[in-house]
């Protein structure tokens, strides 16, 4: 699967790892990791580590992220981007959005 969501052992912390493309094609598995879970989380970290590229409908589905989860600007973390995916955060201003390391 390229979309894998966990928690941590507190049950605080939902961990949501993309491997591969983040684009259109991950819209139902993205959408579920987050909106299928029983509990909502205090915080959300989205960890790019295995993610290759991302488009702008990926983009989306982490604005739609946001708002289901009622998280304010900074409050969802993304970590372990490639350069090249973090050039496009950049340059669409997500930066501003979410926290991005």
Do not use: W
Request: charged share 25%; hydrophobic share 40%; with cysteine.
């Amino acid at each position: 699967m390229s979309v894998e969501s966990n928690f941590t052992e507190d049950n605080t912390v939902l961990i949501i790892s993309i491997k591969g493309k983040f684009n259109f094609a991950l819209l139902n598995d993205f959408r579920q990791a987050y909106a299928g879970v029983d509990v909502k989380p205090v915080k959300a970290v989205v960890d790019m580590r295995a993610t290759t590229t991302i488009d702008s409908s990926a983009l989306g589905m982490l604005l739609n992220m946001q708002r289901y989860l009622e998280k304010s600007d900074g409050e969802i973390k993304i970590i372990n981007c490639n350069q090249d995916v973090k050039k496009v955060f950049k340059i669409t201003h997500f930066n501003k959005k979410f926290t991005i390391e």
